[in-house]
């Protein structure tokens, strides 16, 4: 007997911002009908009081005000908020802290510099690293370190594989992290393990743990004299956040480097990165901050520094850190530019 054939769903997104209504031609004797049974069945539920949950009074709290509906959102010039993104109206981005949204501006201005890319190549790229250089500069302010402290990397995900490589795993090592830890960080941490003949130790942490609990979980694992320790400052899953200052403090007491995984930190706290103590910290650009996807920040301790190396070789490996990491070939340079560059 053959195979069933089955429809495959559509997929495609309309990107059209003006919502399309039908036409009145469009409808036929079956719409008609429904429409009318769909009213029909719509004024039978009010006469008998079933109506949406949102509807029904707070029969506990019966004096309680409801929640008011927030106000749209201004720019400085007292315009719409929402114009300065270029995000569809028929759809409700509420997914920024995966995806972000870039402003109209960016996007121009990035534009803008691939336009230039493009008319000049060879001019383009021997002045790439200068300018990635530069924008470390102007973005060193908000990061809350100073401009030779960090370099960019495509997400935080790069920036902590990159991290947990630089650890210089041996046999019989071992890494510790917990189990609020990004997915991608962890496999990113297990494949370095096996490849060295070391080990991951998962540390469970209760999600309700005060911060006193929780340095003392990992003080313990501390005390065993890990190669290395990997947490959130604030969980992605979980959404919890963790006390990496003292974290770090323990940290350095025990001679552990700990590597923190701060994806939402940048856009959310002021000067993120400012007064850590952590061999290395990454930071997504692409979420909170709204840029490009494909930007984000690993600042790192000068002496953890020394051993950390973009994940693809080229030609400013010997270049002390972060200039490696500006000098990467014929990368696409322009996501880290529009949103820092005067």
């Given at each position: ?50 109506r949406e949950d949102s509807e029904q009074p707070d029969l506990e709290h019966p004096d309680s005000e409801q929640p008011a ?167 992605s899953v979980t959404a919890r956040n963790f006390p990496v200052a003292a974290l770090a403090e323990l940290a350095q007491k ?53 051993n950390l190396y973009p994940l693809i070789d080229s030609w400013g490996m010997d270049e002390p850190f972060p200039g490696r ?18």
């Amino acid at each position: 007997m053959g195979a069933m054939a089955t429809k495959k769903p559509d997929l495609s997104v309309d990107v059209n911002h003006d919502e399309q209504s039908p036409q009145p031609d469009e409808h036929n004797d079956s719409d008609t009908d429904a429409s009318n049974a769909g009213a029909e069945q719509r004024e039978a539920a009010e006469q008998h009081g079933d109506r949406e949950d949102s509807e029904q009074p707070d029969l506990e709290h019966p004096d309680s005000e409801q929640p008011a509906r927030p106000e749209p959102l201004e720019a400085r010039d007292g315009s719409p908020a929402a114009a300065l993104w270029s995000l569809n109206s028929r759809w409700r981005h509420i997914n920024h802290g995966s995806y972000g949204a870039v402003p109209v501006f960016a996007q121009l201005r990035r534009m803008a510099y691939l336009q230039e890319a493009e008319g000049a190549p060879q001019r383009w790229f021997m002045a790439a690293p200068a300018r990635v250089a530069q924008a470390r500069t102007e973005l060193a302010e908000f990061i809350g370190v100073d401009a030779d402290s960090f370099g960019f990397v495509p997400n935080a995900s790069a920036g902590m594989t990159a991290s947990i490589r630089a650890l210089g795993l041996g046999a019989g090592d071992e890494i510790i992290v917990t189990d609020h830890a990004y997915g991608a960080v962890s496999f990113s941490a297990k494949r370095e393990a096996r490849q060295h003949g070391a080990k991951v130790r998962t540390v469970p942490v209760e999600l309700d743990a005060t911060s006193d609990e929780v340095l003392a979980v990992l003080g313990k694992a501390l005390a065993k004299k890990p190669a290395g320790l990997v947490i959130d400052s604030t969980s992605s899953v979980t959404a919890r956040n963790f006390p990496v200052a003292a974290l770090a403090e323990l940290a350095q007491k025990h001679g552990v480097p700990l590597l923190v995984d701060a994806a939402h930190a940048p856009g959310v706290q002021a000067r993120p990165a400012e007064g850590g103590a952590a061999s290395a910290w990454v930071g997504n650009l692409h979420k909170w901050a709204c840029g490009f996807r494909g930007t984000a920040v690993l600042v790192a301790e000068k002496k953890f520094a020394k051993n950390l190396y973009p994940l693809i070789d080229s030609w400013g490996m010997d270049e002390p850190f972060p200039g490696r990491f500006d000098d990467q070939g014929t990368m696409d340079y322009t996501p880290y530019l529009p949103l820092w560059m005067p």
